[in-house]
């Protein structure tokens, strides 16, 4: 529109035209001319009457509210709706003390409009990805415990309600974990005494998938009501994926919930992985709508456990995220495997070296022995394991797991 408009002019064009017509500095215009306008209807010598003809002239004034309003409303549909956009608040809880010690996140990675994750200031957020579950946080399982000593070197998965775990060398020897939690595998503590789960659960309505920990006394802890985690090297603290929300990092008994990066671009993220070392948390990470990235971009990214080093689409793949799960690192901290499009592979630690291992078929959930010799996986529903170049593939006779699995990391 010309600059040589009058105010008035301008408005009425806006209006008539739409947003996509406004110049970049309508709104402050509008703030400005506001005050004096009203000023001038309230003074000057001509008032509208309270109550005129049906048909006068709409007032200056009025189609500056108007305007403001619409101005407004645009903003806050932009935050609603605009991938990636976040709105923080300062002057946030500090959470109370735990035993448990779960890193101090430096100042926040969180998601900006270009669709990258940045370090925002402290506080608080409009709302806690990371608060307490809406449901029982502990809660009795229905089974009575099981022998932590018995399934070293084992692989847990499900199999209808109930979580099994096998010897993959003998898979006759198989024995129940819990019976009712119809919750899949995704990692085991390091000192193979506890599992995470991610499933329905009990205590909870039928089909949220919590983030669960099942000790092997029988009880069970709801650490969130969404997404799925990665126990720490000392196995005292879990990181998971809140989808819409971030990643969080919690004492694996629930305490303690806090923010580690905070992302609204999509609810995809997910599958976060903590290296063996404890240096580093991997995960699948989703943008959409970058202008650094494109459209829609997937990869995989990292960030340490105190919230710095951030190396975002470390690895790009290709499509975006969809059958895309399962990402674990080998026990040397050298590689990690995942599944994308129903075949597995494996890349470097740093990103590099991307190897398709699977060529065929359904092929997901890969999971790595205690030595790193071989990598379990999920083919066309039946347990398999196979070298980490993906030769010599064997099949577990009689064991047919209904989601991910799990290889207890203690030989």
Known sequence: MSGSRTFDERLNAWLEEGPDAAPSDLLGAILTELPRVANERRFGPFRYPRFGPARRPVPLLARLLGAAAVVVLAVIASVALMPGLQIQFGGGPTPSPTSTPIPTPIPTPMRTLDGRLSPAPKGSFAFDPCGPPQYPTAFSASGTGFDAGAVRGWIAYRSGTSIMATDPANPEHTIVLDRSLQADPTSWSPDGSRLLLVGAGIGSPEGL????????????????????GSFSRDGKTVVYSVPGGGLCLAGSDGSAPQLLAFDLAEPLDGGPAWSPDGSLIAWLDFVEDSPVYGHHAFGLSFIRPDGSGLRQLALRLPGEGDGTAGLTWSPDGAKLAFWSRYQVYVVDADGSGLRQITTDGDNRWPTWSPDGSRIAFVREGKLYTMNPDGTDMRAVPGVAPDGSIAWNPVP
């Open 209 to 228: 998938p919590s983030v669960l920990v099942l000790e092997s006394k029988g009880s069970a802890i709801r650490l969130a009501n969404w997404g799925s």
